[in-house]
């Protein structure tokens, strides 16, 4: 079996809090871990040129038919004008339901109705679907009408720097809760700022660290938490820190309104953090289980004070470590795998 799995240059060794970035190096390790085992798979990566553009000019001019299968793990669109013997799979980490809840920011809406609707076009191409919840493939049935028997759900994972040894809950004055992820509208960064400020309780401290995407919404949450001097914008989370910045929080608060897998609440979970999201966010059953739910910041704030008196139950903590270290890249792949075989009918 002969894998061409195809991603922008880079991707294949990035390491970052973005799904996609971490999907894909993994993913790589994971199948090349797998060759020892099923002595069937020959993989090699395929550079694409430029998020920027639809189409990989160098793509066209590669010998897809001596490939057995084209692996698009990046959802990027490519362009396969003669796909021969070669079985083309997508992997969809931006599903078409978040569209309506993406930022209004000129350059995010040109990229979105641009790329992302192209990259679609390319989903609708494909031979088979890997989807990486429920809530994806739904998505992807729903609103691109594709046939649920070419989807397949593999999970993301977690990898093995999160299943060390947690250190003791904290005890000390303050209570450090953090949020990781891009600073864009449809991740309700406000939402947090909205609790903490509401508790003005100089014991609690909202640490946010993620790069800012969009700079007219970075300017709001600043203004935003401009009389809060609890409130610290850390700046972009590098991926060989990310560990050691989760065991900082005592609490993790991830308000978004859309995610199509959303793995920073199940990282969070791994390390024994209570993870706060908003109640009426579409997230996944699977990684939204164990969440507190808040319905309104207010009600974030009460949750957080409660947390803050009552501490997170030890019998609960152990059962969510648990469960999220149950998802792992090495089971990602193993699935991912099984897609291939289906798709060869082998």
Same mark, same amino acid.
């Given at each position: 079996?002969? +894998?061409?799995?195809?991603?922008?240059?880079?991707?294949?060794?990035?390491?970052?809090?973005?799904?996609?970035?971490?999907?894909?190096?993994?993913?790589?390790?994971?199948?090349?871990?797998?060759?020892?085992?099923?002595?069937?798979?020959?993989?090699?990566?395929?550079?694409?040129?430029?998020?920027?553009?639809?189409?990989?000019?160098?793509?066209?001019?590669?010998? *897809?038919?001596?490939?057995?299968?084209?692996?698009?793990?990046?959802?990027?669109?490519?362009?396969?004008?003669?796909?021969?013997?070669?079985?083309? !799979?997508?992997? +969809?980490?931006?599903?078409?339901g978040q569209l309506a809840f993406q930022s209004k920011n000129f350059k995010h809406v040109l990229w979105l109705n641009s790329?992302?609707?192209?990259?679609?076009?390319? !989903?609708?191409?494909?031979?088979? *679907? $890997?989807?990486?919840?429920?809530?994806?493939?739904?998505?992807?049935?729903?609103?691109?009408?594709?046939?649920?028997?070419?989807?397949?759900?593999?999970?993301?994972?977690?990898?093995?720097?999160?299943?060390?040894?947690?250190?003791?809950?904290?005890?000390?004055?303050?209570?450090?809760?953090?949020?990781?992820?891009?600073?864009?509208?449809?991740?309700?960064?406000?939402?947090?700022?909205?609790?903490?400020?509401?508790?003005?309780?100089?014991?609690?401290?909202?640490?946010?660290?993620?790069?800012?995407?969009?700079?007219?919404?970075?300017?709001?949450?600043?203004?935003?938490?401009?009389?809060?001097?609890? $409130?610290?914008?850390?700046?972009?989370?590098?991926?060989?820190?990310? +560990?050691?910045?989760?065991?900082?929080?005592?609490?993790?608060?991830?308000?978004? !309104?859309?995610?199509?897998?959303?793995?920073?609440?199940?990282?969070?979970?791994?390390?024994?953090?209570?993870?706060?999201?908003?109640?009426?966010?579409?997230?996944?059953?699977?990684?939204?289980?164990?969440?507190?739910?808040?319905?309104?910041?207010?009600?974030?704030?009460? !949750?957080?004070?409660?947390?803050?008196?009552?501490?997170?139950?030890?019998?609960?903590?152990?059962?969510?470590?648990?469960?999220?270290?149950?998802?792992?890249?090495?089971?990602?792949?193993?699935?991912?795998?099984? +897609?291939?075989?289906?798709?060869?009918?082998?």
């Amino acid at each position: 079996m002969k +894998v061409g799995l195809i991603g922008s240059p880079g991707q294949f060794d990035h390491n970052n809090y973005f799904s996609r970035e971490r999907y894909m190096p993994e993913l790589f390790k994971g199948l090349k871990r797998l060759n020892p085992q099923t002595d069937k798979i020959e993989i090699k990566q395929i550079p694409f040129v430029g998020r920027a553009f639809s189409i990989s000019i160098k793509l066209l001019f590669k010998d *897809v038919g001596s490939y057995d299968i084209i692996h698009n793990i990046s959802q990027d669109p490519i362009c396969l004008l003669k796909k021969k013997s070669a079985k083309l !799979i997508t992997t +969809v980490h931006l599903s078409p339901g978040q569209l309506a809840f993406q930022s209004k920011n000129f350059k995010h809406v040109l990229w979105l109705n641009s790329v992302i609707r192209l990259s679609y076009q390319t !989903i609708k191409n494909s031979d088979y *679907v $890997i989807a990486n919840s429920t809530q994806t493939k739904d998505d992807l049935v729903n609103f691109l009408k594709i046939d649920k028997d070419r989807i397949f759900i593999t999970y993301l994972g977690i990898d093995k720097r999160y299943v060390k040894r947690i250190k003791n809950t904290h005890k000390k004055q303050h209570m450090n809760i953090g949020y990781i992820g891009a600073l864009v509208p449809n991740k309700q960064v406000d939402f947090g700022i909205k609790a903490i400020n509401y508790l003005n309780n100089k014991d609690v401290v909202l640490n946010i660290w993620g790069a800012r995407w969009d700079e007219g919404y970075h300017r709001y949450l600043i203004k935003l938490s401009s009389k809060n001097r609890n $409130i610290k914008f850390e700046g972009y989370a590098p991926g060989e820190k990310l +560990v050691d910045i989760y065991d900082s929080f005592d609490a993790f608060i991830f308000p978004s !309104i859309y995610e199509s897998f959303g793995l920073p609440i199940l990282e969070a979970h791994s390390r024994g953090l209570p993870v706060i999201i908003y109640k009426y966010g579409k997230i996944p059953k699977e990684v939204r289980r164990y969440c507190f739910e808040a319905e309104s910041p207010e009600h974030m704030a009460q !949750i957080i004070e409660y947390l803050k008196e009552n501490g997170y139950n030890e019998k609960l903590r152990k059962k969510v470590t648990e469960y999220a270290r149950s998802f792992t890249w090495e089971k990602c792949a193993l699935n991912t795998f099984k +897609v291939y075989k289906k798709a060869l009918s082998l």
